[in-house]
T-cell receptor, first 113, second 114 residues
Framework: GQSLEQPSEVTAVEGAIVQINCTYQ??????LSWYQQHDGGAPTFLSY????GLEETGRFSSFLSRSDSYGYLLLQELQMKDSASYFC??????????????FGTGTQLKVEL | KAGVTQTPRYLIKTRGQQVTLSCSPI?????VSWYQQTPGQGLQFLFE???????NKGNFPGRFSGRQFSNSRSEMNVSTLELGDSALYLC?????????????FGAGSRLTVL
């Protein structure tokens, strides 16, 4: 099975940079994704790493190291609207594909003035 | 382009009843998956349908079932409701099974079991 751990809460100030970590134990996966969810809202896709390394999408970057079983989401130039929950997720390779995602425990990011 | 539509948005049931939730995916998306979200267990995969066939199933009891119609719309059913079934049920659609597998989620159906 898959297990993904994230810090439960992170607090940062507006304009700062914050890193949300995701450590995992998995028997195999296709790639690591990140989703953002505002209170009362739907999760929305942010980023995907199929290979080791850094992927940059605007203010958001995501990193994956399969050898270290570790990934992170980096948010730069934080804005108040970035206050939300962030989830890492893997697509299970063992099941032969499909869209079965295992989500991490989630990190609630609070951006303060 | 319309997003993923889930109905109903909110519902209250009592223990022992059954419930059916509906999901209309983005036009052209053939994969529909369902997730249960609770404060204690987080986001958990229920099942996935692709071209009317169940492709994957999560670790939930048989009381949870689903189906997909030829127009890709999907329904999930929970029978003999228990208090622990209170949750936000999220539906997500995707074009297929390759690449980033970007899931587009609906706003969810919030079920309260009394």
């Amino acid at each position: 099975g898959q297990s993904l751990e994230q810090p439960s809460e992170v607090t940062a100030v507006e304009g700062a940079i914050v890193q949300i970590n995701c450590t995992y134990q998995t028997s195999g996966f296709y790639g690591l994704s990140w989703y953002q969810q505002h209170d009362g809202g739907a999760p929305t896709f942010l980023s995907y790493n199929a290979l080791d390394g850094l992927e940059e999408t605007g203010r958001f970057s995501s990193f994956l190291s399969r050898s270290d079983s570790y990934g992170y989401l980096l948010l730069q130039e934080l804005q108040m609207k970035d206050s939300a929950s962030y989830f890492c997720a893997v697509r299970d390779r063992v099941t032969g594909g499909g869209n079965k995602l295992t989500f991490g425990t989630g990190t609630q990011l609070k951006v303060e003035l | 382009k319309a997003g993923v539509t889930q109905t109903p948005r909110y519902l209250i049931k009592t223990r022992g009843q059954q419930v059916t939730l509906s999901c209309s995916p983005i036009s052209g998306h053939r994969s529909v998956s369902w997730y249960q979200q609770t404060p204690g267990q987080g986001l958990q995969f229920l099942f996935e349908y692709f071209s009317e066939t169940q492709r994957n199933k999560g670790n939930f009891p048989g009381r949870f079932s689903g189906r997909q119609f030829s127009n890709s719309r999907s329904e999930m059913n929970v029978s003999t409701l228990e208090l622990g079934d209170s949750a936000l049920y999220l539906c997500a659609s995707s074009l297929g099974h390759s690449g980033a597998n970007v899931l587009t989620f609906g706003a969810g159906s919030r079920l309260t079991v009394l």
